[in-house]
């Protein structure tokens, strides 16, 4: 199976700063046929199931704002909140496609300083 | 609006059966694949399998092989998920997510339910 390490595992930003999540993989989940990044980024509020944010590592899923900003390729993938809002405090999970066992990241808590 | 509505929390002793529905709406029920995903207090999610809702052929974790069982009501637009043999670390919250497409991520999630195995 793919594993998949993020870091950090929490972080505290100030609202209206920028916050960085990196999510690396153990094996590349770039598809080379079709040049795609079989990897997803998910928010999760407490108590509330996974939201998806991201697809394809760079596309954002309709109606997510776009502060959220998915990059990367290959391994190495990030997901930046360009300026933190207080609604924006959750659990952040990267997710990969690429394999048959859809594996998710350890998770990264995102909190305001 | 593509909607999923799963059972309310159960509660099982160690050995027993639990089964969760998710009723769908919004969409058209045989044009996209079920995943199920659990998570662990504290966890990350873990996928544990998907189901065909066209055909109702199910794939599964080698982690639950021979516990974990899918099935469909395509009249009912209503997925189900069977785990017998229930440990303690089964607890967990278990979700329904439908495939955005050809087997890729998961667009749109259950509410949750919430299986305590405690004796």
């Known amino acids: 199976d793919i594993g998949l390490t993020q870091s950090p595992d929490s972080l505290a930003v100030s609202l209206g700063e920028r916050a960085t999540i990196n999510c690396k993989s153990s094996?590349?989940?770039?598809?080379?046929?079709?040049?795609?990044?079989?990897l997803a980024w998910y928010q999760q509020k407490p108590g509330q199931p996974p939201k998806l944010l991201i697809y394809w590592a760079s596309t954002r899923e309709s109606g997510v704002p776009d502060r959220f900003i998915g990059s990367g390729s290959e391994t190495d993938f990030t997901l930046t909140i360009s300026s933190l809002q207080a609604e924006d405090v959750a659990v952040y999970y990267c997710?990969?496609?690429?394999?048959?066992?859809?594996?998710f990241g350890q998770g990264t808590k995102v909190e305001i300083k | 609006h593509v909607q999923l509505v799963q059972s309310e929390a159960e509660v099982r002793e160690p050995g027993a059966s639990v089964k969760i529905s998710c009723r769908t709406s919004g969409y058209i029920f045989t044009s996209y694949d079920l995943y199920w995903v659990r998570q662990a207090p504290g966890e990350r999610p873990e996928w544990m399998g998907w189901i065909s809702a066209a055909s109702g052929d199910a794939t599964y974790s080698q982690k639950y092989q021979g516990r974990l069982i899918f099935t469909r009501d395509t009249s009912a637009t209503t997925a189900y998920m069977e785990l017998s043999s229930l440990r303690s670390q089964d607890t967990a919250v278990y979700y329904c997510a439908r495939d955005s497409g050809n087997l890729k991520w998961f667009d749109s999630w259950g509410q949750g339910t919430l299986v305590t195995v405690s004796s």
């Open positions: 997710q990969e496609y690429f394999s048959s066992a859809w594996t």
């Open positions: 094996q590349s989940v770039l598809y080379s046929p079709n040049n795609k990044n079989f």
